[in-house]
């Protein structure tokens, strides 16, 4: 008898043991982080609703004030996908409205129907009373197990418009990366699958020392937990180096959660890398991939179909005109050949031909110091890539009239040769009906005029005419100088005219001059297409620049410039830009 | 936090557990024994312990005395292996039940969405 009573009561305190499981595990908390509005704005946002007896000054700044708050009225929209495997695209699954009813705080529960063992994504967008989104924000490549408790954060920023990233309002500090309040340069970034953002190495000043030194430090950004670690570093400090993301699978056929970095190539110090290493995030190791090529700097890397392509590069007595492919397993391995070896140049991806990849390559220079321009006939190419194979052609741009032959040039010699070189590229596609299928826009940069280097006066669009039988450009002044920018594509609306990519500016002089203390200019830039009528042109574009909530578009509690910051998309759309020691995300307009 | 909760709680019931193990080698307070004797079962108290009692005292010989003593004295229903396991249960149940509202969450928390505008 007394042996039955003990085995009920182990029943009984396993049944507890098993409740505390049960009870304690599987809860999801997703908490908002709001940004930092611009510090011209006093205004709190417990006081930032927009009353009837307000003055017109102090609407227009709550107005300016309610794009950084979630107010009562708001309405907030979380969305969740999910899928079982990482290497396929997420799946909706369910979206809860919140209404916001009041200015300070809130706190719902979403609909408890996460499955275990699948990866999640959660879009948050803020709608204001008039159903205009102002804040949006992701979290992705989450596994749900049900033991375990989640409790992340999900940063907003503000739709189409750059923010410091900050722990909360409170905290302007924000994020902190290696890279000092003074003119650094060459650092890459990479936006990883699970949202992650890598960065590494870069050429850094140091303002007191007056000296510059060569990074091998490397960073990892987490959004779901604010923070910013310290990962293994470089195999050796490098600077202007090139970085792509391969979307890795084992020889197990299994599909990397994060992804693995391309770092290729770059400046050692006074002599170049001739290494293409695989940085894995899960390991925290660097692999060289053992390909042989040359040394060289400032390649360019385009990332297409989770594949990395790496093209040209230089060295101080090279331009390299090597295209190299790394597949998805990580082999690196040379595809083809630039009719011209160039580096300072811009490698932008074209809609694929009987299922063949296509990149338009635009200008640069044979020297690594971005001397001798390439222009005349040789200014663009286009790169087709078959299989294991690549072709370059180069493409002649109508209304380049000395860009047809060099002897064209020869024959007038006072033409001044079209030439861009260190500028930023990149594509940008429409919806049917909506605009032309693709344009590709490049920004800032600095020209040939008459044998001196100027900065770039104006922003270049890219296109074909609607049977793709010939090339045409369009040119736009820019308000702005930025030789050497980066830029990167953010997520427009479905159907929308206009399409957009965040525009990290850098410094205004051509040389790379680390004691240059311009302030932090970050550019959201807009293409509009408009039904045109131009013959075999279906379409008219309008390229500017939009006006932030920063005053003049620049962070003015960031008052030293990274010369050539760069900037990452991730795949949500949303764009990460690096400024000296800050981190700025800009929100895309959808997911 | 929670899960720092749970993992206490987790380990208050195993140290529950094993003492309830630690228990099963150790003879219940009023576990029945044979008696001393040949008298037979029944609960066979020796003459000094405190539960001693006779009533209607008749005189008999020394060694009639112990056997006529266990014959006398019933088990107090307090001693009885179905009361004592039943209070110990009673007991334990509120113990856990105790340990289990003070250290596990308020409640399941489920999944929630937060958020708060800090004043500037």
């Known amino acids: 008898m007394n042996i039955i009573c003990k085995f009920i009561l182990l029943i009984f305190l396993s049944f507890i043991l098993i409740s505390c499981d049960d009870g304690n595990s599987g809860n999801f908390k997703i908490n908002l982080k709001l940004p930092v509005s611009p510090s011209d704005i006093s205004i709190t946002c417990a006081h930032a609703e927009v009353k009837d007896d307000d003055t017109d000054f102090d609407k227009e700044e709550k107005i300016k004030k309610s794009n950084f708050c979630i107010l009562n009225g708001d309405q907030i929209m979380l969305s969740i996908y999910s899928t079982a495997d990482i290497s396929e695209d997420y799946s909706f699954v369910d979206r809860k409205i919140i209404k916001v009813t009041n200015n300070v705080s809130g706190e719902t529960d979403f609909v408890r129907n996460l499955k275990p063992s699948r990866y999640y994504k959660f879009y948050v967008e803020v709608t204001n009373k008039n159903e205009k989104t102002k804040l949006s924000g992701g979290a992705e490549g989450i596994f749900f197990e049900d033991s375990k408790n989640y409790d992340i954060n999900l940063f907003l920023g503000v739709t189409g418009d750059f923010v410091r990233v900050v722990h909360n309002q409170t905290n302007e500090s924000g994020l902190k990366t290696y890279i000092p309040e003074a003119g650094s340069s060459g650092t890459r970034a990479v936006a990883l699958r699970d949202g992650r953002i890598f960065y590494a190495g870069g050429s850094i000043y140091n303002d007191i020392d007056t000296d510059t030194k060569i990074e091998k430090t490397a960073q990892l950004v987490d959004l779901t937990k604010m923070s910013v670690t310290k990962v293994k570093d470089l195999p050796f400090a490098l600077t202007d180096f090139s970085a792509g993301l391969i979307n890795y699978v084992g020889s197990d056929k299994k599909v990397s959660e994060t992804g693995r970095v391309v770092i290729a190539f770059g400046k050692k110090g006074d002599s170049y890398s001739d290494k293409i290493y695989l940085y894995d995030p899960l390991k925290d190791s660097y692999q060289d991939t053992g390909a042989a090529f040359s040394g060289r700097a400032f390649p360019q890397s385009l990332v297409i179909g989770g594949e990395v392509y790496i093209v040209g590069g230089c060295s101080d007595s090279l331009s390299l005109s090597d295209i190299i492919k790394v597949d998805k397993s990580g082999k690196a391995s040379k595809i083809g050949d630039l009719k011209q070896g160039r580096c300072l140049h811009s490698v932008s991806e074209l809609p694929a031909i009987e299922g063949k990849t296509r990149m338009l390559v635009l200008g640069g220079t044979k020297k690594a110091d971005g001397t001798d321009f390439i222009t005349g006939e040789l200014f663009a190419e286009i790169i087709t890539v078959d299989g294991d194979n690549a072709t370059s052609d180069k493409v002649a741009i109508e209304g380049i009239s000395d860009q047809a032959t060099l002897d064209s040039i020869k024959a007038n010699p006072t033409a001044i040769a079209f030439s861009l070189a260190s500028h930023a590229s990149t594509t940008l596609n429409w919806d049917t009906n909506k605009g032309p299928s693709f344009v590709v826009l490049a920004v800032g940069g600095f020209l040939n005029s008459e044998g001196t280097r100027v900065v770039s006066p104006s922003t270049y669009l890219f296109r074909t005419n609607d049977d793709g039988s010939k090339w045409i450009y369009q040119a736009s002044g820019s308000s702005f100088k930025c030789a050497y920018p980066s830029l990167s594509k953010i997520n427009a609306k479905e159907y929308s005219n206009s399409q957009y990519a965040v525009l990290n500016c850098g410094t205004d002089k051509v040389a790379r001059n680390p004691e240059n203390t311009l302030s932090q200019y970050i550019y959201i830039m807009e293409a509009q297409a408009a039904p045109g009528s131009t013959a075999g042109l279906s379409y008219n574009m309008n390229i500017s620049a939009k006006n932030s909530l920063f005053a003049e578009n620049n962070d003015t509690e960031n008052n030293s410039v990274y010369l050539d910051g760069p900037v990452t998309t991730n795949d949500m759309g949303q764009a990460f830009v690096f400024g000296t020691t800050y981190i700025y995300m800009i929100s895309g307009f959808s997911l | ?120």
């Open chain 2, 1 to 120: 936090m929670n899960s720092k909760i749970g993992k206490k709680m987790k380990n208050v019931t195993k140290l529950m557990i094993v003492v309830f193990l630690l228990s099963l080698f150790q003879g219940a307070y009023a576990e029945e024994k044979k008696a001393g004797g040949s008298t037979g079962a029944g609960v066979n108290l020796k003459v000094g312990q405190n539960f001693y009692f006779e009533g209607n005292v008749v005189e008999k010989e020394d060694d009639q005395k112990e056997a006529s003593m266990a014959e006398i004295k019933k088990t107090p229903f307090y001693q009885t292996t179905w009361f004592i396991t039943t209070v110990s249960l009673v007991a334990l149940a509120g113990i856990s039940t105790g340990v289990y509202f003070l250290t596990a969450n308020p409640a399941p928390s489920g999944n929630v969405v937060s958020w708060s505008n800090s004043a500037k």
